[in-house]
């Protein structure tokens, strides 16, 4: 079972701050919070990491509570384009293990 | 650089025949990985591959599934006997696994549709 809980769906207008919530509660201190977004038809694409630290790339940021058991994903300026299912996912950074990907957020950027 | 490809991208079969699924990762990734997703359904893993080896075989769904690697680069999903239950997308992702964080890169999926 995935060690994350997002919620179904959630809705953002267009050019707005997306803040897209993960709660995993049980993470263990190797094991890192991984984003991947699948837009339709396509592979899951890699978005964003992290241990421990605030992230930030050319795609999003990544903020994680101090106690690690949760953490946003934040698209600063979501366009239509981001509409994905967005999945957030704990599993250890390295030695081939299996990512587990729950049932994820489906993003809706509206007009 | 080139990304994750695989072949076919589309694939229709009678029930009862094989399949084969072609995965070629990117250049000097050492693990590969192949998943499953069913219509509107989340990623199911299936097998996990360092190098030609396959330590984690736990999410194969039935002796009716095989893969192999070879050359630690390549690799082939197989399904006999297809069954209309099989019908799926089939994505493999590779990553290098030689240190550091490991992250996955997807191709864009074999659709596989079992008549």
């Known amino acids: 079972d995935a060690k994350t809980t997002q919620p179904p769906s959630m809705d953002c207008a267009e050019g707005r701050a997306a803040n897209l919530p993960c709660n995993h509660s049980t993470i263990s201190g190797n094991e890192y919070v991984y984003w991947y977004r699948q837009i339709h038809s396509q592979g899951p694409q890699y978005i964003i990491h992290g241990l421990k630290n605030n992230e ?3 795609m999003a940021s990544l903020i994680i509570t101090e106690d690690r058991k949760s953490s946003t994903l ?14 957030c996912i ?4 390295t030695g081939g293990f299996k990512t587990i990907f729950g049932a994820g957020t489906r993003l809706f950027v509206k007009a | 650089g080139a990304g994750v490809s695989q072949s076919p991208s589309n694939k229709v079969t009678e029930k009862g025949k094989d399949v084969e699924l072609r995965c070629d990762p990117i250049s000097g990734h050492t693990a590969l990985y192949w998943y499953r997703q069913s219509l509107g359904q989340g990623l199911e893993f299936l097998i996990y591959f360092q190098g030609n080896s396959a330590p984690d075989k736990s ?12 050359g630690g680069s390549v690799s082939t999903l197989t399904i006999q006997r297809t069954q209309q239950e099989d019908s799926a997308v089939y994505l493999c992702a590779s990553s290098f696994n030689g240190g550091g964080v490991e992250t996955q890169y997807f191709g864009p999926g074999t659709r596989l549709l079992v008549l």
């Open chain 2, 59 to 70: 999410g194969l769904p039935s002796d009716r599934f095989s893969a192999e690697r070879t």
């Open chain 1, 90 to 93: 704990v599993r250890v950074g």
């Open chain 1, 74 to 87: 934040i698209l600063p300026h979501a366009t239509l384009r981001d509409t994905a299912v967005y999945y």
């Open chain 1, 56 to 58: 930030t790339n050319e």
